[in-house]
T-cell receptor, first 113, second 114 residues
Framework: GAGVSQSPSNKVTEKGKDVELRCDPISGHTALYWYRQSLGQGLEFLIYFQGNSAPDKSGLPSDRFSAERTGGSVSTLTIQRTQQEDSAVYLC???????????FGPGTRLTVT | AQSVTQLGSHVSVSEGALVLLRCNYSSSVPPYLFWYVQYPNQGLQLLLKYTTGATLVKGINGFEAEFKKSETSFHLTKPSAHMSDAAEYFCAVTQASGTYKYIFGTGTRLKVLA
């Protein structure tokens, strides 16, 4: 079956521009996570959605970052006024529930010039 | 707050030798522990997980890990390394109540020498 998909796969943007990253989770998965992977930094938790509950936004690094999940399915991570330190691979994962296996997407590589 | 420490960002072993990747966690509540693997140019996938019950957990590709509460450790082992085990390995922790956010370690890149 289809896995988690993310788009775009690569994004190059100028400093100060806004970007939107999209995640299509596996159908039926109620939990959705966003992570940021920087070289030597491992995976940094950003935000977690579970069903209709309020998301856990505690990992968002600044108010320039926001995310939404529409209809309990597709999610969009928005970064406003991008900075060079935002350059990283942004990973999305989904799971049947919060303690179940997370299935990761291929990621979006963001480069801010 | 929860945290994960992976000792050794790079580990090299000879083919056929024991693989030992170290993970220590910090958690004020009973933890749920995971190992994920990222093969070159592939997405992360689950190797194994500990939730409750048996403290020795077996995963895919011959890997296993043992939850040791007294040592706050969840080290990953494999008796005999294969070339195909070369990858980056991540330990992660979450908890069974409250928020289910996952904290990942910084990863250990395993190199297998012929």
């Amino acid at each position: 079956g289809a896995g988690v998909s993310q788009s775009p796969s690569n994004k190059v943007t100028e400093k100060g521009k806004d970007v939107e990253l999209r995640c299509d989770p596996i159908s039926g998965h109620t939990a959705l996570y966003w992570y940021r992977q920087s070289l030597g930094q491992g995976l940094e938790f950003l935000i977690y959605f579970q069903g209709n509950s309020a998301p856990d936004k505690s990992g968002l690094p600044s108010d320039r970052f926001s995310a939404e999940r529409t209809g309990g399915s597709v999610s969009t991570l928005t970064i406003q006024r991008t900075q060079q330190e935002d350059s990283a691979v942004y990973l999305c994962a989904s799971s049947l529930g919060p303690l179940e296996v997370q299935y990761f997407g291929p990621g979006t590589r963001l480069t801010v010039t | 707050a929860q945290s994960v420490t992976q000792l050794g960002s790079h580990v090299s072993v000879s083919e056929g030798a024991l693989v030992l990747l170290r993970c220590n966690y910090s958690s004020s509540v009973p933890p749920y522990l995971f190992w994920y693997v990222q093969y070159p140019n592939q997405g992360l996938q689950l190797l194994l997980k500990y939730t409750t019950g048996a403290t020795l957990v077996k995963g895919i590709n011959g890997f296993e890990a043992e939850f040791k509460k007294s040592e706050t450790s969840f080290h990953l082992t494999k008796p005999s390394a294969h070339m195909s085990d070369a990858a980056e390995y991540f330990c992660a922790v979450t908890q069974a109540s409250g928020t289910y956010k996952y904290i990942f370690g910084t990863g250990t890149r395993l190199k297998v020498l012929a």
